[in-house]
């Protein structure tokens, strides 16, 4: 049974299993507190990466502080930002 982290924690359960992964006490709280119905809505606005453009990509890349995308292809772009 889950213990009671106090009325700003929604989801006791969840916020444990965060907590026993490794997350911290703030990530856990932020995503035991989100409605699953609400996060549901937020997602997928974005097209795959295989239709974003090179430039695209590297500036999704840059904004990550991958290294070497200069000179790395579109799919070793997409690889790279979907393992970062």
């Given at each position: ?23 911290s006490k703030e990530k856990a709280a932020r ?54």
């Amino acid at each position: 049974m889950a213990k009671k982290h106090g009325p700003q924690i929604k989801d006791d359960k969840q916020y444990e299993a965060l907590r026993k992964q490794g997350a911290s006490k703030e990530k856990a709280a932020r995503i035991a507190n989100t409605s699953r119905q609400a996060a549901g809505r937020r997602g997928g606005k974005s097209p795959p990466y295989e239709e974003w453009t090179k430039d695209e990509l590297g500036g999704r890349a840059r904004e990550l502080g991958i290294q070497g995308r200069s000179k790395m292809s579109k799919g070793e772009l997409i690889d790279a930002i979907r393992h970062h």
